[in-house]
């Protein structure tokens, strides 16, 4: 069973027959070959327990496309304001903005969207993760949820979900578009990145005896830093395996490789074009390019470096996340249906006699 380096042995309950467990890092290759693993201690699996989307979203849908099987699901919070439309990273699923979305949702609407291939997301081809189709996907979401007139939009988008919706914005197709947020997504580092994917997508632990045991993998190998925000959105993530017996990963990235460049060829120029307000949200300035560097001093965004978090920026510090969108959205005066002017009344009111 393969492990991170750096996660310590996950610890199991003993009996008097078995006076020693073996850490995970030296178990036998096959999944469960030497015995059946128990179930989490009871201290472990309080503590990395599931919890419901309930608890931080206020519905779940299933969004069918018109013309295609594909059938998207998506999560809902709030009833006002313009829509903070999320979009999740490769291997994540929308539940990644569970948090996020409960601080949000006082102020603005929320929509987290499971992307082909991942979450409860239902598509022809699960694996076709091209950037043109996945950004196609997104439009066509909106499309059957708002019809012709969408309220007005601000995209956000992680990682991979970043470059998705760098695409749907540079494309201006999306007409009621207000705003972008791309969190810790940079061309260069992305693309240089590139090389070392499928070891490290091969070096994680495959096959998890329960769901607190994944959940508790998340925290402790580093991939996420908040526990209350991955209880939530690792389940989703992963999926029952009958002929092994075991939890294994959803999304099966290591079969996308043909689309992984894609995802980040022409990324700051696309960014940079986008005809809307811009946030980019780093988790550190070494990921900064030239382009984004040129841009960012020309004023062309606004740029933030969120201290202290990992890569899942919206995960790690979702209260700190949730207002900085918020800011972006009142800083650029962005309402429910675009931009909004002092002094001028909206469509929907009449002026006063």
Not at 61 to 73: M, Y
Request: proline content about 5%.
């Amino acid at each position: 069973m393969d492990s991170s380096s750096n996660l310590n042995p996950l610890r199991e309950d003993t009996s008097e027959e078995d006076h020693v467990v073996e850490p995970i890092d030296e178990a036998p290759a096959s999944v469960f070959a030497a015995r059946p693993l128990r179930p989490p201690s009871t201290s472990s699996s309080e503590k990395y327990s599931p919890v419901e989307w309930t608890s931080y979203f206020d519905k779940e849908d299933d969004v069918s496309i018109t013309g295609s099987d594909d059938v998207f699901h998506v999560y809902m919070a709030g009833t006002e304001g313009p829509v903070v439309f999320c979009l999740h990273g490769g291997g994540y699923s929308g539940l990644s903005f569970s948090i996020v979305a409960s601080k949000i949702k006082e102020k603005a609407r929320v929509v987290a969207m499971d992307l082909r291939g991942h979450g409860k997301s239902v598509s022809e081809n699960e694996l076709d993760l091209s950037l043109e189709t996945m950004s196609n996907d997104v439009l066509a979401v909106i499309k059957e949820l708002y019809g012709d007139s969408p309220p007005a939009i601000v995209l956000v988008g992680h990682s991979m979900g970043g470059s998705v919706a760098v695409e749907v914005a540079a494309n201006k197709t999306l007409s009621s578009l207000a705003g972008l947020v791309v969190v810790d997504v940079v061309e260069g580092t992305a693309i240089a990145s590139l090389i070392h994917m499928q070891k490290i997508l091969s070096n994680r632990m495959q096959h998890f005896p329960s769901i607190q045991k994944a959940i508790e993998y998340s925290v402790r190998g580093g991939s996420l830093r908040n526990i209350d925000s991955a209880r939530v959105s690792i389940p989703t993530t992963l999926k029952y395996d009958d002929s092994k017996q075991c939890y294994v990963y959803r999304t099966r990235l290591e079969e996308t490789e043909q689309y992984w460049k894609g995802w980040y060829d022409g990324l700051s120029e696309k960014f940079l074009s986008s005809p809307v307000p811009k946030l980019l949200l780093l988790a550190g300035t070494d990921r900064l390019d030239r382009t984004l560097t040129i841009g960012q001093m020309q004023g062309k965004f606004q740029m933030i470096v969120v201290k202290h978090t990992g890569h899942a920026i919206q995960e790690d510090v979702p209260e700190e996340f949730a207002n900085l969108v918020l800011n972006f959205i009142s800083r650029n005066r962005i309402g429910p249906h675009g931009v909004e002017i002092p002094g001028m009344w909206k469509p929907s009111q009449q002026p006063k006699t």
